[in-house]
């Protein structure tokens, strides 16, 4: 399930300060212990009992988990790009953890817009998205800059 092409955006169609609601994702204890098995096999992620003498203090999703929840919800109408969300660098923090009966959604606001001069078809857009829980707080801040296309002649 991805965005609708025909209502993609391209670079010729942002401003800075525009912004993008995704919809929710509701996380559950089974998919952070399935996502940890595969992926960050550390105690705090895959045992209640273990996670609540560690810095968490109870069971808590890997960061890389939170990454990945974004990105799906990013693609599937988050962020309405043309081309994809194709990265091309960015920064990201966890400032709390993801917990067991989150609901998560991202909050993206376009902060840059650079056409490209050595490409004239693309540019560079940063955006911030913050991906927040069911009380509005912000379990992980990404700032990208994403590639892209200007709208085709």
């Known amino acids: ?10 670079l010729d169609d942002l401003a800075v300060g525009d912004a993008f609601t995704s919809a929710e994702h509701a996380l559950d204890a089974q998919q952070i212990k399935a996502f940890a098995a595969a992926f960050d096999p550390q ?17 808590a999703a890997s ?6 929840i974004t990105m799906r919800l990013l693609v599937t109408g988050g962020m309405p790009l043309a081309g994809g969300i194709i990265g091309a660098g960015g920064e990201l923090s966890w400032p709390r953890p993801t917990r067991p009966d989150d609901r998560l959604h991202v909050v993206s606001e376009v902060t ?8 004239p078809d693309r540019g560079i857009v940063t955006v911030r998205s913050e991906t927040r829980n069911q009380r509005g707080e912000a379990v992980q801040v990404l700032v990208s800059k ?6 085709p002649a």
């Open 1 to 10: 399930m991805s965005a609708n092409p025909a209502k993609a955006l391209h």
């Open 63 to 68: 960061g890389w988990h939170t990454a990945a």
């Open 43 to 59: 105690p705090f992620h895959l045992d209640d009992e273990a996670a609540k003498g560690t810095l968490f203090g109870g069971l």
């Open 112 to 119: 840059g817009i650079a056409p490209s001069r050595s490409r």
């Open 146 to 151: 994403l590639v892209v296309p200007r709208r």
